[in-house]
């Protein structure tokens, strides 16, 4: 049940998140999972690789839905409004100001070095995050040969991110089927 009195805190948590991510949304994960997960309990580890997987599937940017669906599963409308809104604002207020100096900002060579520095670091948070998800994950045959596979095609293809989950949806259902199949055959006509 959406709770209220939850709205400051998420836009204030979504705002300093929103604040402390640099790299795009999949850099953004693993601050998210340890304030909304570890820190505030709002969410679960399991809630968290659904939020994935539907912030991933649905437009938009993923720092944008993710922020959406924990905002209105803790407050509502309300809450997901207050989130949203506070992961956004520090990105806005940053672009807009960097816009009056980009010029000057730009030709800085300690900017450059610093952004370079930022990649490592988001490419390395972006692992932890990885490594921490797939412990969370099936660990049955099945799920293991989905996560090589999805990896190695995201890893050496241009094929879109959405399409690679999409067959993987595919694939999941197509293995659920045979495996009722499965168990229907051997359960016997009389079951």
């Known amino acids: 049940m959406p709770n209220r009195k939850y709205i400051p805190d998420l836009f204030l948590t979504f705002m300093k998140i929103g604040a402390f991510t640099f790299g795009g949304g999949y850099a953004m994960i693993p601050i998210m999972q340890r304030e909304v997960v570890d820190v505030k309990r709002w969410v679960t580890d399991e809630d968290i690789v659904k939020l994935l997987v539907i912030s991933e599937s649905t437009p938009g940017v993923i ?66 995050a990885v490594f921490k998800l797939t412990k969370k994950g099936d660990k049955g045959l099945f799920g293991v040969v989905v996560l090589i596979l999805a990896f190695l095609v995201a890893t050496f293809t241009d094929l879109s991110a959405i399409l690679i989950i999409l067959l993987a949806a595919a694939a999941g259902i197509a293995y659920g089927i045979l495996l009722a199949h499965r168990r229907a055959k051997e359960a016997g006509p009389h079951a």
């Open 63 to 128: 720092a944008v839905n993710a922020a959406t669906y924990i905002g209105y599963h803790i407050g509502g409308f309300f809450g997901s409004l207050a989130a949203t809104v506070g992961v956004v604002l520090p990105s806005f207020a940053i672009i807009t100001l960097i816009t009056f100096f980009y010029e000057q900002f730009k030709a800085l060579v300690w900017v450059e070095y610093a952004f370079q520095g930022l990649r490592a670091a988001v490419a390395v948070i972006i692992l932890n």
